[in-house]
């Protein structure tokens, strides 16, 4: 067995590999890759997993929640499309790749972006948290963990402007106020599960008042939510995976169980990186992620021989991101305590040997 750290598509739970592995071959005698989406049996797939959705972040009444394609990089465009007002001004924190990412795109669809929180000054090691929220926009956008930089917003911006996040990374780890947010979009490649869906969660307050002269259809939500996620073909697969997995969520005590187990995973792994002389964590403390935990070596000369180790230890996608070097050991919900372990019995081995 491996011990997959990956950052994304990353581990689901074994459980349902094997019932996805199923459900291949026999879906109600037929596959499901060649089911019809439109057909009764995957409609209430569809209804189901909206409704597991709604249920592990306890939904309020007021929102819907929407499966589209295209990851959470359309989703920058989605969320910036449909919110735009009056204005045509949105205030976005920069915490690195992800949220530049959003705002490039926000700004590609006319958008007129002020960056009012940043932490590019110190390579986004860090949440900013001295800043002004302007006041004059139409919504607020933020990325709640930063996959590559291993930052995690602890507390979520306060305004009473529409606030909008990419929860891609980390949705599902933690218990949140779905009522604070007005849209909230995640690819389902983390804590949800295969690549191919994004999953929207949409105060309907909002649907149908964007003021952009362009607004493909499939872009609108108003219209993804008014044709419950089937205005073309759904990602029919992805979508009953995720199904397998709430199931699975809800079955094991929930978001809430979750943030407990998360919580012990990134205690485990910060003690050993606190403590053991070979390495350091590369961002601020208090803004630790749950989910990636990023690391380097005090000394570049033994990665070899540290690379070496977690290999034999059937540990993998432990590099860090492309742009950042390093490591980085992603812990999404479905990765046991015990991978944690595994890790951490290599790190000790390893400064036992060199230290
Ligand atoms: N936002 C965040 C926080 C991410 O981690 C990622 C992917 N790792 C993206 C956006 C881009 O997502 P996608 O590949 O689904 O477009």
């Given at each position: 067995?491996?011990?997959?750290?990956?950052?994304g598509?990353?581990?689901?739970p074994q459980?349902v590999?094997h019932q996805a592995?199923e459900?291949?071959?026999?879906?109600?005698?037929l596959s499901?890759?060649e089911?019809s989406?439109r057909?009764?049996?995957?409609v209430?797939?569809?209804?189901?997993t909206?409704d597991?959705?709604?249920?592990?972040?306890?939904?309020?009444s007021?929102?819907?929640?929407?499966?589209?394609?295209g990851?959470a990089?359309l989703?920058?465009?989605?969320?910036a499309?449909n919110?735009?007002?009056?204005?045509?001004?949105?205030g976005?924190?920069?915490?690195?790749?992800?949220?530049a990412g959003?705002?490039?795109?926000?700004?590609k669809v006319?958008?007129?972006?002020?960056?009012?929180?940043s932490?590019?000054?110190?390579n986004?090691?860090?949440?900013?948290?001295?800043?002004?929220?302007p006041?004059d926009?139409d919504?607020?956008?933020?990325?709640?963990n930063?996959?590559?930089y291993?930052t995690?917003?602890?507390?979520?911006?306060?305004t009473?402007?529409?606030l909008?996040?990419?929860?891609?990374?980390?949705i599902?780890?933690?218990e949140?106020?779905?009522?604070?947010?007005?849209?909230?979009?995640?690819g389902a490649?983390?804590?949800l599960?295969p690549?191919g869906?994004t999953?929207?969660?949409v105060?309907?307050?909002?649907?149908?008042?964007?003021t952009?002269?362009f607004?493909?259809?499939?872009l609108?939500?108003k219209?993804?939510?008014?044709?419950?996620?089937?205005?073309n073909?759904?990602?029919?697969?992805?979508i009953?995976?995720?199904m397998?997995n709430l199931r699975n969520?809800l079955?094991?005590?929930g978001?809430?169980e979750m943030?407990?187990k998360?919580?012990?995973k990134?205690?485990?792994?910060y003690?050993e990186?606190d403590h053991?002389?070979?390495f350091r964590?590369?961002?601020a403390?208090?803004?630790?992620s749950?989910m990636?935990?990023t690391?380097?070596l005090e000394?570049?000369?033994?990665?070899e021989?540290f690379?070496k180790?977690?290999?034999?230890?059937?540990?993998?996608g432990?590099?860090g991101?492309?742009?950042?070097?390093?490591?980085?050991?992603s812990?999404y919900?479905?990765l046991p305590i015990?991978?944690v372990?595994?890790l951490v019995n290599?790190?000790?081995e390893f400064?036992?040997?060199?230290?």
């Open positions: 067995m491996k011990h997959n750290f990956g950052a598509p990353c581990i689901l459980e590999f592995a459900a291949v071959l026999d879906f109600n005698g499901i890759l089911v989406h057909h009764k049996d995957f209430a797939v569809m209804d189901e909206m597991l959705v709604k249920k592990a972040l306890h939904v309020p007021g929102y819907s929640v929407a499966f589209l394609q990851g990089t989703g920058f465009t989605i969320a499309l919110m735009l007002r009056e204005t045509k001004k949105a976005y924190i920069n915490t690195g790749v992800w949220a959003a705002i490039k795109e926000a700004k006319g958008v007129d972006v002020s960056v009012f929180a932490s590019e000054d110190k986004f090691s860090y949440i900013p948290k001295d800043y002004t929220i006041s926009v919504y607020i956008h933020f990325t709640s930063n996959t590559i291993g995690q917003f602890k507390e979520f911006p306060k009473n402007l529409p909008v996040c990419d929860m891609s990374s980390d599902f780890s933690k949140i106020n779905i009522g604070d947010f007005d849209l909230i979009y995640a490649q983390k804590n599960g690549a869906a999953l929207y969660i105060k309907d307050e909002i649907l149908g008042k964007s952009s002269s607004m493909p259809t499939y609108d939500l219209q993804q939510v008014e044709k419950e996620s089937m205005l073909t759904p990602p029919v697969f992805s009953y995976v995720a397998l969520l079955a094991n005590g978001v809430k943030e407990i998360n919580n012990a990134s205690v485990l792994l003690n990186i053991n002389p070979l964590g590369t961002v403390t208090e803004d630790r749950n990636n935990v690391f380097l000394n570049d000369s033994l990665q021989s690379d180790m977690w290999k034999a230890a059937e540990i993998v432990l590099p991101h492309r742009s950042t070097g390093g490591y980085r050991a812990m919900n479905a015990e991978s372990q595994v290599v790190m000790k400064t036992r040997i060199n230290g």
